[in-house]
């Protein structure tokens, strides 16, 4: 179905690894510190919390709602489906879907699709090619702004290739934390034809020491005329097991 393949997009937020080491060298005054820091100073710091983090969380699950509405060639169509999660450090995900409704065919070749295709990603070459790192992007630091989830550096990124798994935006990076807070972006390369504009919009939520999936929002307009809207929200997090920041030595993912 014509529709699948753009959906596949928001992986691109929802597996994302924040690791990288820019070389933009923009200063921006540090809201903790009053101390100029540059992007890669910046992004350094993000890495190193990034590690500490994915070392010490062993386990969590989490419930996520899946909702797609398309109108456009061929109709509309919509669909919710509501799925269990559970992770395993150090890459070990398994879903259960507990409820769907709507649209078979979105059940079947875009919600499913998305969680295999996410089982798959964890992968230990497809997390390299798809994430957040000097090798895949490029990095200017924009400045410092008040959200929601308080201070945060805002960061440009540029895709260094035109892949369909990349994309660039920016992001904002906590300036307690130096974890990832939320992130616009576009795709860096149309994953089809049939699409004319994909926009991403994703959100992460503080528990405990981590910082999780929050919401994910993924629009895209179609050539062709018409519009796919794909949100997942993310709740109800449980952390099972986890050791205090920097103190295990297990290997892990980065969130």
């Not at 990288?20 to 820091?37: C, D, K, M």
């Not at 979105?106 to 919600?111: G, Q, R, S």
């Not at 993310?234 to 099972?240: F, G, H, P």
Request: proline share 4%; aromatic share 10%; charged share 25%.
């Amino acid at each position: 179905m014509i529709f699948g393949s753009r959906i596949l997009l928001a992986l691109v937020i929802l597996l994302c690894c924040p690791t990288p080491f820019p070389r933009a060298q923009t200063l921006v005054e540090s809201p903790s510190q009053g101390a100029p820091l540059t992007a890669e100073q910046v992004v350094a710091k993000l890495a190193e919390m990034n590690r500490e983090r994915a070392l010490a969380l062993r386990e969590f699950a989490g419930l996520r709602v899946y909702r797609l509405q398309y109108q456009g060639l061929g109709g509309a169509k919509e669909a919710v489906m509501k799925v269990q999660m559970n992770f395993h450090a150090p890459a070990t995900k398994s879903f259960t879907v507990t409820s769907q409704d709507g649209s078979k065919a979105v059940i079947e070749h875009v919600f499913k699709k998305l969680l295999e295709a996410e089982q798959e990603a964890l992968d230990e070459e497809n997390l390299r090619g798809s994430a957040l790192t000097v090798e895949n992007y490029e990095f200017t630091l924009l400045g410092s702004e008040k959200t929601e989830q308080g201070e945060a550096y805002v960061l440009y990124v540029k895709p260094r290739t035109r892949s369909k798994f990349l994309y660039q935006g920016k992001i904002w990076v906590s300036t307690t934390d130096f974890a990832v807070t939320q992130l616009e972006a576009t795709p860096a390369k149309s994953p089809s034809f049939w699409v004319k504009k994909t926009q991403i919009e994703h959100r992460y939520v503080k528990v405990g020491d981590f910082w999780l999936p929050s919401r994910n929002r993924t629009e895209s307009q179609i050539r062709l005329g018409g519009r796919a809207i794909l949100t997942v929200d993310y709740m109800n997090y449980k952390i099972v097991s986890a050791d205090p920041l920097g103190a295990s030595d297990q290997a892990g993912i980065n969130w």
